[in-house]
């Protein structure tokens, strides 16, 4: 590039602005220009190469303010100079001026910003002037240069964190927080945003020049100078000590068991968590008194209080240095990365150090549960899973004994844990499916009946088999949400065939906590009513543990009552096996008896044949229909229906299968 082609580029350059511009040469021509503001165009301008300034623009300006631009050595700024615009119109503008050299001879290149527009900036600029003023006077502020070094304070920080502006300017950023690795850690991230050109905002706790600790609630934010070399920080700060003071002080309270000073179960799963997603190796280890109770009851003189103080005493010393926390009376954990056979040693230590009642020892039996993260659980929730299981196994095995669960163990909790997630998504998305299995008439040899059974095949776990699926709805409280599914799903059903000219009964399984709910019998209607499903095609199954709670529930007979009038029936599942009694039999509105299929795939035995032949004949007597369920062969069949059964259920009538399969059946 030549030198004339270079200072052509560096002019272009300089006319590249928002506002009218223009370089001005000494015989008063204009050289360049960037004037469609004032209506000239490219064309224009190259006619103005031959004209006077004071013919042109300059027409309303004094002759001397025109020669005074032109000779002028420093840059100068005008204010309310009329430029006449191309069609004669005048308008005022302030203008900035500022010597250049072009092509080797002097020049004066002229910026022209409209009074219109510097009153807009000057207000824009006075608005940043009064922010400026009032952060500063209420805040607490720190400027820094680019590599971090304090350039200026205000004294709102100096009468805080007890420095002078003498000793404070020219210190570095990180000299301003205690020598912490948490501190270091934040300071790090404080850096590391503004630095990157963002905000960080947030509480810190920082350090006076005499070592005093404070809290600040910090902002800081980035100022961009016209070079990264230029680039400052600005730290507006708020002391919030009492604040974070008040707060500690109620975190004490929340999170601290003021009886032994151990933290309690709600501040142990924050440790947790943070030490799982620090994914640092320890043992969680559950520690429950055997019999708290009775020991209470036996050494009456002894309070509460004493009895734990003396068992936490014993576990801080053993224990040291490692995290404890009361979860509840006589329950206990410890978070340690010591060994197994050290954490067992605890009860021998247990021994040789006895709580005394006077001058009795207090016999203590622990029974303790290890988990290990991440080789054995890795939530929280799963932890404490895992230890209650643990503890019920010790205690079923006598108790004082501090054991770790097996492999297979653990591997049953965890699928538990990811059975009950996948179960709430599942009913959210509504993943679960319904079975139908027929139930034989055997006088009229046809379909009457089905009973609706749940079916889950996941994506993530697959087949979950209702034995495995119904008690963990019912321990999770899901089992009502499954319900109210298999409700809506059997009555819609029902109602479908009813439609296709076919009258087919439709049982579902109920369990007692759906009924405790007093708004059972009203939701059941309700649905049968907005399903258009007749009350008599509905039936619902409970089980003889169900009839055995129900029993002693009025409110519970009573919702049955209700169902009942309205036509729906009530069938007494898995008769025979569970807590037989004929008194809930005769208060309850039970209409039909189901055997269990264990007395059916035992018929082969003539005991059996006697007792299953007496528990038809005994429904029977009660006028009640009697259902016989797991028939799988042709013998079975007939030798139920010489017993007088009414109906069979089970894999040689059919598999429980779709709704579509069940209407080809029929």
Same mark, same amino acid.
């Given at each position: ?37 004032f209506d000239?165009?490219t ?15 300059f027409?309303a ?11 002028s ?14 069609h ?8 900035y ?9 002097e ?7 409209p009074?219109?527009?510097?009153r807009?900036i ?5 608005h940043?002037? &009064?922010?400026k ?15 971090g ?12 964190? +007890? ?15 205690? %020598? ?18 963002q ?11 005499d ?33 974070k003071?008040? @707060? ?7 999170y ?20 799982i ?9 559950y ?11 036996? +050494? ?5 209080s004493?009895l734990?103080? /003396?068992?936490?005493?014993?576990m ?42 006077g001058n009795?020892a ?13 080789? &054995? ?5 799963q932890?404490?899973?895992? %230890? ?9 095995a ?5 054991v770790?669960?097996?492999?297979s ?11 009950e997630?996948?179960?709430l998504?599942?009913?959210?998305q509504?993943?679960? +499916? ?28 697959g087949?979950v %088999? ?6 963990i ?50 939701s059941?209607? &309700? ?10 095609l509905? @039936? ?5 543990k ?15 009552r209700?169902?009942?009038n ?11 096996t569970?807590?037989?009694?004929f ?7 039970? %209409? ?7 007395f ?21 007597s ?6 016989? /369920? ?5 013998? @079975?069949?007939?030798?139920l229906?010489?017993?007088g ?10 598999k ?10 029929i």
């Amino acid at each position: 590039m030549t030198k004339e082609q270079l200072y052509s580029t560096e002019m272009d350059t300089l006319l590249v602005t928002p506002f009218p511009s223009f370089i001005l040469l000494p015989n008063g021509t204009i050289a360049k220009g960037n004037l469609e503001h004032f209506d000239y165009s490219t064309e224009d301008i190259e006619r103005l190469k031959e004209i006077s300034i004071e013919d042109t623009l300059f027409a309303a300006v004094d002759n001397a303010m025109i020669e005074s631009i032109v000779s002028s050595t420093v840059p100068l700024r005008l204010q309310e100079i009329a430029i006449t615009t191309k069609h004669q119109a005048i308008t005022s503008v302030t203008l900035y001026t500022k010597p250049i050299t072009m092509n080797e001879q002097e020049a004066t290149y002229v910026l022209c910003v409209p009074t219109d527009e510097m009153r807009s900036i000057d207000a824009e600029q006075q608005h940043l002037s &009064d922010l400026k003023n009032g952060i500063h006077q209420s805040f607490m502020t720190v400027t820094l240069d680019q590599d971090g070094f304090i350039i200026q304070t205000n004294q709102a920080f100096l009468k805080t964190s +007890h420095w002078t502006p003498k000793r404070v300017i020219g210190k570095t950023f990180w000299q301003l927080f205690p %020598s912490t690795e948490a501190s270091e850690k934040v300071t790090q991230d404080i850096w590391k945003t503004v630095h990157g050109g963002q905000i960080w905002q947030g509480d810190v706790q920082k350090i006076t020049k005499d070592e005093q600790l404070y809290w600040v609630h910090l902002t800081a934010i980035p100022l961009f100078g016209p070079t990264p070399e230029q680039n400052q920080y600005l730290l507006i700060e708020r002391d919030i000590t009492k604040d974070k003071s008040i @707060q500690f002080q109620l975190e004490k309270i929340a999170y601290i068991d003021p009886e032994t000073g151990m933290i309690n179960v709600h501040r142990l799963a924050q440790i947790i968590t943070a030490m799982i997603e620090e994914k640092r190796h320890f043992s969680f280890v559950y520690l429950s008194i055997d019999k708290f109770y009775t020991i209470k009851d036996l +050494h009456h003189d002894l309070d509460d209080s004493s009895l734990v103080v /003396e068992f936490t005493k014993r576990m801080k010393m053993y224990f040291q240095d490692s995290t404890m926390a009361r979860i509840n009376e006589n329950e206990f954990v410890v978070i340690t990365p010591l060994p197994e056979w050290f954490t067992q040693g605890f009860l021998t230590y247990l021994q040789q150090n006895p709580i005394y009642n006077g001058n009795v020892a207090v016999p203590l039996s622990i029974s303790g549960g290890m988990t290990r993260y991440p080789e &054995d659980q890795t939530t929280f929730s799963q932890l404490m899973k895992a %230890s209650l299981a643990t503890i019920a196994t010790v205690r079923e095995a006598g108790g004082d004994r501090i054991v770790s669960l097996s492999k297979s163990s653990h591997a049953a909790i965890n699928r538990k844990s990811i059975v009950e997630r996948r179960l709430l998504q599942a009913l959210d998305q509504k993943n679960l +499916h319904v079975l139908y299995q027929p139930q034989l008439d055997i006088q009229s040899g046809t379909v009457t009946a089905v009973e609706a059974l749940v079916r889950w095949d996941d994506e993530e776990i697959g087949v979950v %088999s209702p034995d495995e699926l119904i008690p963990i709805a019912e321990e999770t409280g899901l089992i009502n949400n499954i319900g109210s599914f298999m409700l809506e799903r059997a009555c819609e059903q029902a109602a479908a065939w009813k439609k296709a000219g076919h009258n087919i009964k439709v049982s579902i399984n109920s369990s007692v906590r759906e009924f405790r709910d007093k708004n059972m019998a009203k939701s059941i209607l &309700d649905t049968l009513e907005r399903t258009g499903c007749p009350a008599n095609l509905l @039936q619902i199954e409970i089980t003889e543990k169900f009839a055995l709670e129900a029993e002693a529930e009025n409110s519970i007979i009573k919702q049955m009552r209700t169902l009942e009038n309205e036509g729906i029936l009530f069938a007494l599942d898995d008769f025979g096996t569970g807590y037989g009694s004929f008194r809930y039999m005769q208060l309850l509105p039970i %209409s039909i008896v189901k055997i269990d299929q264990t007395f059916t795939s035992a018929l082969k035995s003539e005991k059996t044949q006697l007792l299953v032949n007496g528990m038809v004949q005994l429904g029977k007597s009660m006028n009640l229909r009697v259902v016989a /369920e797991g028939v799988e062969t042709e013998e @079975q069949q007939q030798l139920l229906t010489s017993f007088g059964c009414d109906a069979v259920q089970g894999f040689y009538i059919s598999k429980p299968v779709t709704s579509s399969e069940i209407s080809n059946l029929i």
